[in-house]
Nanobody, 120 residues
């Protein structure tokens, strides 16, 4: 079972770019077994899937966030990253990275989540 850990700034100013990294241990991000997602949960709301990066580096994004979202990876560091541009206070949320199991259509491990607040 892989382990995931989010890291990044907890406070971002409006109009700036939010950047988070998810470090994976216990397995390679290039494995075909997992796909790697970012999910967020705004205060008082449900989980929102943001996007995924697959074993080959291909990416897919939520249509509602696609214009502002970028997911990338560094295979040498076994981590993948999220960038969300032009943030507003509505982007305040707990951000999670998680491993999906595409073949099974299920979720594997999740990170513990990191709070990001957008405020001036």
């Amino acid at each position: 079972q892989v382990q995931l850990q989010e890291s990044g700034p907890g406070l971002v100013k409006p109009s700036q770019t939010l950047s988070l990294t998810c470090t994976v241990s216990g397995g390679s991000i290039t494995t075909t077994y997992y796909a790697w997602s970012w999910i967020r949960q705004p205060p008082g709301k449900g989980l929102e899937w943001m996007g995924v990066i697959r074993y080959d580096g291909s990416t897919y994004y939520s249509p509602s966030l696609k214009s502002r979202t970028s997911i990338s990876r560094d295979t040498s560091k076994n981590h993948f990253s999220l960038q969300l541009s032009s943030v507003t206070p509505e982007d305040t949320a707990v951000y999670y990275c998680a491993a999906q199991v595409p073949v099974a259509g299920s979720w594997g491990s999740w990170g513990q989540g990191t709070q990001v607040t957008v405020s001036s």
